[in-house]
């Protein structure tokens, strides 16, 4: 072979080397490469994909998760733990997605620096996405946790009875040589991805867990939030300062799909006015709350939005309204007979709004003489209501005709100078709507 052919081997020999990938195993560290923010958190966005270096069980050896690219993990054996470092160098919106994967059921757990738990998804069942969408981060490092939750263990089957005049079976026959558990195989594939962008106008600012660090909104503005993740809770710090006297205000919060809304109204002091519950899947709304301030005490009142379940890809709206009563209008708040609205010695008619979750109870007038009650609930035809009168914390009638539309009669013997409070409830089926609540009294009680 000439000098010149040696040449040109050697050198074709340099430049394969070049272009050798390193194995993950080596130990060069990891090459920061600055990705565009992504859109959403999820992947298949066109970001760069690579693989979790392990070991990274431990945040001292975390695999670098960059902004805005998207790493491929595995959690094997089931007790493994995969740390994920992020380097956050601009204050803003922290959203991270773990895409669903077969046959694992996976947790999500956002760490700060010093190790304290920011916030954790766990939706439960395989083949569940989980994430956190808008988790409030400054500059720092974070670490982000996978984990596996153990999947139940199906109990062997009983061994079977050998035949008859068959000899008796060999200690592993059948499952190979040894007594050596089989390798894993197959194990699942992962993809987690995250990014940090800017606040969106209008957006909830995480952390919003309690009142210090409650959002603040005024009637009528229309925020958008998620329940971003387990347990996840938003405050809003409400202000009235500018609603009128005599108006309410109605509360709108839209569906989540898969959350079972909860609304909570507190005043300034934390005290709670009133809960409601929703259905899963269904919006949540309060009609006719009147904000009472106390003389004296700051203008604001606690709205608190949370619920069973959680969905880090669809958010919610919580639109506050002002409105002005109709005659003879049912004010909220009045889910609890302790917080029962006072029907006037004069009023024979009251004009209630039910929406799914709701709860209306009124204190019937007080009379010096004993007497009987008639009362009348009319509802739309969508609507299927029940009630029943309570004294003394016991029933003393009951109205429970099935079916939408169906007009509820009830009769009340009260004593003289008691409180009755007539409770009004409709079925999960029933759409929102309004009814009439009439009064009359019939003949003396004895």
Known sequence: MTRAAVLACALALVACGKSRQKRAGDAAPVEVVTQPVLGDAGAGSGAATSDEIEPNDGDDVATLLPLGSTLRGRIDPETDA??????VAAPGALGVELAAVE??????EVLDAGGTSLARSDRGGAKTREGVPNLGVTPGRYTVVVRAKKLPVKPAPAPKKPKKGAPPARPGAGSGS???????????VYEITAKVGPWATGAEREPDDDRGTANDLIVGDIATGFLGWTGDADVYKLSIEALSAKNYVDLEVSSVDGV????EVADAAGKVL???????GAPLVVRGFVPLVPSGAPPFHYVTIKGAGSNHEAPYQLRVSEKLPGPDAEAEPDDTPEHAMPVPPDRTVVHGTWTPGDVDCYALPVEQAARTTEITIAPPGDMDLSADVILDGKSIAKGERPGKGAEEKLVAA??????????IRGTDKSAEGAYDLTLADGAAAP
């Open 103 to 108: 046959g694992m059921d996976l947790t999500l």
């Open 260 to 263: 079972a809304l909860v609304l």
């Open 178 to 188: 040894g007594s050596a558990a089989p390798a894993s195989v197959n194990v699942p």
């Open 82 to 87: 995969d740390h994920y470092r992020l380097d």
């Open 414 to 423: 009260v004593p003289a100078g008691a409180t009755a409070i007539l409770c």
């Open 274 to 280: 009133m809960t409601r519950k929703g259905l899963r």
